[in-house]
Structures are given as C-alpha cells and as structure tokens.
C-alpha cells in the first residue's frame, strides 16, 4: 500500500499540478496501439533532472515502482504501467529544452523530452541535419528513441539511435545522478556505461538528456518510388546503388502491394503513383552535401539502367517538395492503417540482408498456409535488413482465446524462419511486453544470465519498469 505521506512528498516536489491522478491518467495508462491497458498510482511530470532524480529517490524510500513514459508511441508496451495501480508513470514532456549547439562539435546536447520533429528542425534552422527519422516524429520524444535505441529510415545511411549518441545524463533508480554528456567522439576510459542505457527501455534508469551527433544539412534531396516483381531486384538494385552512389544513398524502403492497398484504404490524402499495382515498391532517397553534383541526373541514370535490366518495372522520381511528401505519406501511413485495418500479428524482424529474399518467400507460403483467411503484409527498412512482416486478420472473425493461439503460431512460424536464418526477432522495436517470451527464445540463456546480472546490479529492487523485457 503506498503511503499518503509518498503521495504528499512528490507534490511538494513537483506541484500538485505536475501530478496527476484517477482519470487524468488516462491518456498514460494505454500504449498507441491500444494493446496494453494499466491503471497508475499517479503519472509524475518533472521539470527538471534534479526533480527526477529526488522523485526516484522517494519512490527507493517508499518501495514504488517506476514506468518512465515519453511520447508513449512504441508498438511493444513498454511504457504501460500494470493493472496494479501502483506503478508510478514518470512522464518527461516538461524537460524539452535544447541546452547547447556546437558547430565546432557538431552537436546538440537537449533534454529528453524533446520531441523528435523539433530537433530536426532546430538542427534544419541552424543548417545542420539530425538523421532519425520515423513516422511518429511528430510525437515521440528523444528519450524514449534512445530508451529504444530507434531505427527509422535513415540506418542504411546515418545508423540507429546508438550510433547518433555522443553523451547521456542518466538518474539511476536509487535518485543517483551520472552526468555522462559530452560530445567527445573518443574515448577508451573503462566500459561505455552509457551504452547500457540505450535499447534498456528504462529497465535500468531514467535518461534525462543527450548530446548527439547532427551532420551539415543536404544541399539537395531527391526522392524516387520505384515498382518491382521481387525482394531480389530490389536487393540487386540496392548493390548498385551504393557501388554508383556511395553515401548519398539514405534510404531504401520496401511495401508490398497488400500493405499498399490497406493504406490507400483506411487514411486519407495517399494516393498511388502509378497506372496499376505493382508486388512490390521502393522509396529511394539519396541526399548531396556538396555543390555541383548533379544527383537528379544521378540517379535517373540509375534508374535507367534498372529498368533496362528488368529490376524495376516503373519508376517516379519526385519533382518538388510536396511530391516528396505525399510519397513519404504512403510509407508513414502505415501503422495508422494497420491499426485500422484489423489485429495485425506485427514482427520487427532483421536478417541479413542476402537472406530478406529467402525470409520473405519463407514466410509468406508458411503463413498463408496455415492461415489462409490473413493478409501478410510487408514492409521496412530492406537497406539494412529489417523488414516488418504483419500478418494482419479480421477481428470479428476471431474470438479473444482463438487469436492469442493464432497470434502465437504466426510468432512461431515468423520466428522460426528469421532465427534459422540468422537474424533477430527485434530490430528496433524492442521487447517491452508484447516480445518477453520471444527474446528467451532468440538469446541464449548466457546472455540472459549476463543481462539479468547487469539489471541486479543497477535496480536490485527491481522497481525500474517492472515485467518489461523480463518478468
């Protein structure tokens, strides 16, 4: 039972404005897809890292649980507390600040709560470009794209949220403060410490801010969407590519024509390029830094010889600003159709980029095998090797009990095909709630052990996100 004596403490901490309680946490107790429902003790909204850390210190005095929340728009309920109502929803939106911008460093250094949309465009306005890039930009926050070591579109390219940090201040759980921020780009001292951080899902502390890398903003950006028969051709296509266009090449993504068309059914304003449907797609986006290059000319060379070569059936390439969007719509379209669509069965899956063609074929027979009445869509990030397969299966044709046995054989068959392959069953989504018993089935129990060791260590108590990533 959590005393009423925590309750008044974290008031005086915060202001009674800053903590909310009954139905003002609704809008922090369910995940995006509306998968995971809780209750929470109350959601906690520091302004400050000197208020987070002295409100993870009474949550250690008091023995509370804490969910650390940001824009609350992962897909694997991770940031939902339990149906307990005693976790407590630490939720970050206050601490958006930018702290520094370095030119000389190329960095930024902000809080994070920052939304992700508004760093890119603090980095845009000064000249700069910050590379992640993911549908929800326009409500997710840094932390929790750290928290979850996001992907997005630009991997291919610029890496995942690893590989864009530089520094992190981290509140450990017993209110410890580690100032890690610093844009130094060496450093061999001892372990990363915060690398365990990143892709944690706040199992082990709450990240507070970041200094991160940003690069000289593109002088020009072209964009293609190109048709296709097959996950090959556009794997051979993608080998030209980076041999004739090096790192320009910045993303690379694939649809299939099943996922094409929900989106042209349940959003608005999408709308397909081309005179017939075609199997397959690909989103082609290559950037130039640098005057005079000719990267239009570039790349309609390439596309060229793709046709001539009957990799590619058809192609568009994007003649202004707003062609551009309204291609790049039609892929950041897709988790809102899905989760119009139906229960979609959702994997985040990476194989090595020389099996996505094998993986793709593989699971597509044996799913519409045994399960003939879905819909298997595909779609993601083919450049680096992580392609989201979505079995996707009507509701109202299943009861509850009958789609948790069906969503548990699609996992299986999924699974089984991506880790016979050599591959991951988590890409950059993470493992939150939905993916606990699949990860004790990718690693091996060493590595278990090791991360479970790892967890002891930091949160003995085990009040840090509670049933997320392990039980």
């Not at 004739?244 to 959003?267: C, M, P, Y």
């Not at 590619?312 to 989760?339: F, G």
């Not at 089984?416 to 493992?431: K, M």
Request: glycine share 10%; net charge negative; proline share 4%.
């Amino acid at each position: 039972m959590i005393s009423k004596e925590f309750m008044e403490s974290i008031c005086r901490l915060l202001g009674s404005d800053n903590v909310l309680v009954g139905n003002d946490t609704a809008g922090f107790v369910s995940d995006w897809r509306d998968r995971y429902h809780g209750r929470a003790l109350c959601v906690a909204r520091p302004g400050t890292t000197d208020e987070v850390a002295q409100l993870l210190a009474l949550c250690s005095q008091h023995g509370v649980r804490v969910v650390p929340q940001g824009g609350n728009t992962g897909l694997c309920g991770a940031a939902t507390p339990d149906g307990t109502g005693e976790q407590l929803v630490v939720w970050l939106g206050r601490m958006n600040r930018i702290r520094e911008f370095s030119e000389t460093d190329a960095s930024v250094t902000l809080e994070a709560g920052c939304v992700l949309e508004a760093v890119q465009n603090y980095a845009s306005d000064r000249g700069y470009f910050f590379p992640m890039s993911l549908g929800a930009e326009g409500s997710c926050q840094i932390g929790g794209n750290l928290a979850t070591n996001a992907g997005g579109t630009a991997v291919l390219r610029y890496g995942p949220m690893r590989d864009l940090v530089l520094g992190l201040e981290v509140v450990l759980p017993n209110g410890a403060i580690y100032d890690w921020l610093t844009p130094l780009r060496k450093n061999t001292t001892g372990y990363d410490l915060k690398q365990l951080f990143v892709g944690a899902e706040g199992t082990l502390g709450i990240i507070t801010a970041a200094t991160l890398k940003v690069f000289p903003a593109p002088k020009v950006r072209e964009l293609a969407m190109v048709t296709l028969e097959g996950v090959e051709q556009a794997l051979t296509l993608l080998t030209q590519l980076r041999r004739s266009l090096g790192e320009r090449l910045l993303s690379f993504e694939i649809i299939n024509w099943a996922q094409v068309d929900l989106v042209l059914k349940h959003t608005q304003g999408n709308q397909w390029p081309f005179a017939e449907p075609a199997p397959w797609c690909l989103l082609i986006e290559v950037t130039e830094t640098l005057d005079g290059y000719d990267l239009r000319g570039a790349l309609e060379n390439e596309l060229g010889r793709a046709l001539e070569m009957a990799l590619i059936t058809d192609a568009v390439v994007a003649t202004s600003q707003v062609q551009q969007n309204n291609l790049w719509r039609l892929r950041h379209s897709v988790s809102e159709a899905n989760k119009i669509a139906g229960y979609g069965v959702t994997h985040d899956t990476a194989v090595p980029l020389s099996k996505q063609g094998e993986f793709a074929t593989q699971v597509e027979e044996r799913l519409l095998s045994e399960f003939p009445d879905g819909r298997v869509l595909m779609v993601g990030h083919i450049g680096d090797g992580n392609l989201h397969v979505i079995h996707m299966l009507d509701r109202d044709a299943y009861s509850p009990e009958r789609l948790a046995v069906a969503a548990k054989r699609i996992h299986q068959i999924v699974d089984q095909a991506t880790l016979n392959l050599g591959g991951t069953v988590s890409a950059e989504h993470g493992i939150g709630q939905s993916n606990k018993g699949r990860l004790l089935a990718s690693r091996s129990a060493q590595d278990l052990d090791l991360m479970k060791a790892i967890k002891a260590v930091i949160d003995p108590d085990g009040r840090m996100n509670p049933g997320k990533i392990f039980d």
